[in-house]
Structures are given as structure tokens and as C-alpha cells.
T-cell receptor
Framework: EAGVTQFPSHSVIEKGQTVTLRCDPI?????LYWYRRVMGKEIKFLLH????????ESGMPNNRFLAERTGGTYSTLKVQPAELEDSGVYFC???????????FGPGTRLTVT | GQSLEQPSEVTAVEGAIVQINCTYQ??????LSWYQQHDGGAPTFLSY????GLEETGRFSSFLSRSDSYGYLLLQELQMKDSASYFC??????????FGSGTRLLVRP
């Protein structure tokens, strides 16, 4: 069974540019989560999808971040325009049920210069 | 606020036993999880405690005391490959994971 995959693995962009991160969850997992780890700090929750619906987006930093999960399969997280403080590693995770363990992808390392 | 506290770094010798503690303060509690992360890799699920007591999975065990808001991860027969960061995480009332800042474990020969 394939795990959670994320693309790209690394992205370097300039301040003000736009970047779109993609996450493909484990097949059949209705729950998809986005997390972020900034500068060696703790991993912080961004938002949670159940199928194509946003269940909880309380962790989204501001309106420069837009997450979508059309069709309830893969998800994208767009940052527009990117700021320096957006640099970090963005993780995606999925789970079969809400209370089941979450499986993480390898992350996308975003560097904003 | 919500917070989890764990030591920033632990060093141990190959073959030894090490315990990584975690105390938490969160709104709602649906269990304590432990994740392992090697540099540049994905956090990998290790264990989950929803009820008080000890859960054992091979060389790794995890303990939870809900009355003390405390848990720990116990690693036995340490191997060099166990060098990694270990995160405790609480599932809160909205089911998202709240992570600690991680404990970097260094296993020395």
C-alpha cells in the first residue's frame, strides 16, 4: 500500500511569489490534515478535511493560505503571496477514520527568500 | 492555552534503556500518540494510548496517566538507528494533533 506522498519535496521561491503544494493521501483515507513545522519548532496543525469538506481550519495562519480538496482525493495548499515567515516544512497526513492514527507524508520544505 | 512539554535532547548508550517524558495541557483529550522522525523524513507513528497504563510494541513501550496529564515513551535495547527526534502528540477535542516540540535522541556506541 502506497503511503502519503507530497510534491514537491523542496521549493525555493522569492517573497511575493505563489507556491502550490500537493498531497496525495493513502487511498481510501477520508481524513486529510495539513501541518507545518517552522524553524525547528513544534509541528503545528493547519487544517483538516473530511472528504472534500473542511472540518477544521482553525490553524490556518491567514488568508494568504488556501487549501482545497476537490473530489475528496488529493489536496493542494496554496500560499499567495509568500512571505519570509512562511518558510518551513509542510506535512500532510491522512487517516481512515477521525480517531485512527494519522500517517504522515515526507513533507515539502518551503524556503521563501 | 494548549501545550506539551518534553525534554529537548536525550543521550544514551547503545543497548541501554531510555525514557522520554511528556506532560500536557490541552482542551479535551482523546489520547496520547508518539511519533518518530529521522532527519528529513516523515513523522512515523509509534504508539497510541487512550487509556491509563502501559502499551508495549516490541522494543518500544508507551505509558499514560490521565490524572497526571503525563505520559512517557520507553525505548529498550537501544540501537544506533533509534537516533531520531521523538514527538508526543495529544488528540484534542476537535481531533487534531497537538505536538510537543520534540526530543532529539542521540544513541552513542
Amino acid at each position: 500500500e502506497a503511503g502519503v506522498t507530497q510534491f514537491p519535496s523542496h521549493s525555493v521561491i522569492e517573497k511575493g511569489q505563489t507556491v502550490t503544494l500537493r498531497c496525495d493521501p493513502i487511498s481510501g483515507h477520508d481524513n486529510l490534515y495539513w501541518y507545518r513545522r517552522v524553524m525547528g519548532k513544534e509541528i503545528k496543525f493547519l487544517l483538516h478535511f473530511v472528504k472534500e469538506s473542511k472540518q477544521d481550519e482553525s490553524g490556518m495562519p491567514n488568508n494568504r493560505f488556501l487549501a482545497e480538496r476537490t473530489g475528496g482525493t488529493y489536496s493542494t495548499l496554496k500560499v499567495q503571496p509568500a512571505e519570509l515567515e512562511d518558510s518551513g516544512v509542510y506535512f500532510c497526513a491522512s487517516s481512515q477514520e477521525t480517531l485512527y492514527e494519522q500517517y504522515f507524508g515526507p513533507g515539502t520544505r518551503l524556503t521563501v527568500t | 492555552g494548549q501545550s506539551l512539554e518534553q525534554p529537548s535532547e536525550v543521550t544514551a548508550v547503545e543497548g541501554a534503556i531510555v525514557q522520554i517524558n511528556c506532560t500536557y495541557q490541552t482542551s479535551g483529550f482523546y489520547g496520547l500518540s508518539w511519533y518518530q522522525q529521522h532527519d528529513g523524513g516523515a513523522p512515523t507513528f509509534l504508539s497510541y494510548n487512550a487509556l491509563d497504563g502501559l502499551e508495549e510494541t516490541g522494543r518500544f513501550s508507551s505509558f499514560l496517566s490521565r490524572s497526571d496529564s503525563y505520559g512517557y515513551l520507553l525505548l529498550q535495547e537501544l540501537q544506533m538507528k533509534d537516533s531520531a527526534s521523538y514527538f508526543c502528540a495529544v488528540r484534542d477535542s476537535s481531533y487534531k494533533l497537538i505536538f510537543g516540540s520534540g526530543t532529539r535522541l542521540l544513541v552513542r556506541p
